[in-house]
T-cell receptor, first 118, second 111 residues
Framework: DVKVTQSSRYLVKRTGEKVFLECVQDMDHENMFWYRQDPGLGLRLIYF???????EKGDIPEGYSVSREKKERFSLILESASTNQTSMYLC?????????????????FGPGTRLTVL | KQEVTQIPAALSVPEGENLVLNCSFTDSAIYNLQWFRQDPGKGLTSLLL?????REQTSGRLNASLDKSSGRSTLYIAASQPGDSATYLC??????????FGQGTELSVKP
């Protein structure tokens, strides 16, 4: 069964701390994504990666960085956490799109990490 | 820039009703369109994916349609149940894997 896991369900950090959010997928997917979800703003893409050691900025990369040293693991880093980074963070993975019928191209999501920055 | 809109934002129906959720998008050059379900405080679960060359997909009581030319998709839920209560999200892929999400429709099915 397909699985995407995130290191923590809930996390509380102080302003200025360096925060690591880890995501692991067991499906050998090439693509991995980090989103944040906020009431009234929906899901917004922070960063994504199409392959090991590759990364691309999404719509809201400011204040974040990422690391993908192994295919199965994609880390989101908050270099210096701020209160406006309090949010729900969702990781997802997907294979390279094939365009074929069925659900093969879908994104699979982890359970999310609710981060509070005080 | 692609924009995805979902209407209504919230919907409450009695159990057993058939219902339709709407999704519209501004750029018809998409690879696929996906419908997800999200329960409170949880991650997203994929429901249906429609490739750009397809018109509809079905899974059990769910049927999703796609009209690329008009920039619209609908998710039809037959014989709704209280367990269907959740937020339903529509997302389009027009960059080979990168999804743009709508804000979602919060569905409540009353027993």
């Amino acid at each position: 069964d397909v699985k995407v896991t995130q290191s923590s369900r809930y996390l509380v950090k102080r302003t200025g701390e360096k925060v690591f959010l880890e995501c692991v997928q067991d499906m050998d997917h090439e693509n991995m994504f980090w989103y944040r979800q906020d009431p009234g703003l929906g899901l917004r893409l922070i960063y994504f990666s199409y392959d090991v050691k590759m990364k691309e900025k999404g719509d809201i990369p400011e204040g974040y960085s990422v690391s993908r040293e192994k295919k199965e693991r994609f880390s989101l880093i908050l270099e210096s956490a701020s209160t406006n980074q309090t949010s729900m963070y969702l990781c997802a993975s997907s294979p390279i799109p094939t365009g074929t019928s069925g659900s093969a191209d879908t994104q699979y999501f982890g359970p999310g990490t609710r981060l509070t920055v005080l | 820039k692609q924009e995805v809109t979902q209407i209504p934002a919230a919907l409450s129906v009695p159990e057993g009703e058939n219902l339709v959720l709407n999704c519209s998008f501004t750029d018809s050059a998409i690879y696929n369109l996906q419908w997800f379900r999200q329960d409170p405080g949880k991650g997203l679960t994929s429901l249906l994916l429609i490739q750009s060359s397809q018109r509809e997909q079905t899974s059990g009581r769910l049927n999703a349609s796609l009209d690329k030319s008009s920039g619209r998709s609908t998710l039809y839920i037959a014989a709704s149940q209280p367990g269907d209560s959740a937020t339903y999200l529509c997302a389009v892929d027009n960059q080979g894997g990168k999804l743009i999400f709508g804000q979602g429709t919060e569905l409540s099915v009353k027993p």
